[in-house]
């Protein structure tokens, strides 16, 4: 196998990601960020079509007193009115963190071809942790996935939201 010159990019470089993922990945965490000021769990999520943003929220469900205000459902709900059609045909959603059976779900249905999410969440992700509700072939829409994109920073957000609500 030939010696990829890229070889030192090191632990960061993930399959099938590009430095697109990485830019688009910085805009959710920043809205990962501000939500954690406003008291809400650190979660940003962001729908790309080609150079666009269709939608982008950070996780409201406190601000809203609302279950189902997570980010990826904001954002698709957003994109979704910016085109006037329920299919995103075309687009990528990034996100700081892994989808929820709900969100997993509101993808599955937008028909979003491409997910991309920074860290993975053991406790409810249905993007390959629980389960893996974005690519089940029983589903009519499966998604190309890739993950651990800004992983690190995702998490260190998210465990630093959770120690200081400890504390
Ligand atoms: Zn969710």
Not at 75 to 95: K, S
Request: proline share 4%; glycine share 10%; with cysteine.
């Amino acid at each position: 196998m030939a010696e990829r010159p890229d070889a030192g990019a090191g632990e960061h470089a993930r399959e099938g990601a590009s430095s697109a993922d990485e830019r688009w990945m910085r805009r959710a965490l920043d809205l990962a960020r501000r939500a954690a000021d406003a008291g809400e769990v650190p979660v940003g999520a962001v729908v790309v079509q080609g150079d666009v943003v269709l939608g982008e929220s950070a996780n409201r469900t406190v601000t809203d007193a609302d279950p189902t205000a997570h980010a990826e459902m904001l954002a698709i709900r957003g994109a979704a009115a910016a085109q006037g059609d329920w299919r995103l045909i075309g687009t990528t959603l990034y996100v700081t963190l892994e989808p929820c059976a709900m969100c997993a779900g509101a993808i599955v249905l937008a028909r979003i071809p491409r997910v991309v999410y920074a860290a993975a969440d053991p406790k409810a992700g249905m993007g390959g942790s629980l389960d893996n509700l974005l690519q089940d072939r029983r589903l009519n829409h499966r998604c190309d996935v890739t993950s651990g994109i800004l992983a690190e920073a995702s998490g260190d957000l998210l465990r630093a939201f959770f120690r200081a609500r400890r504390g």
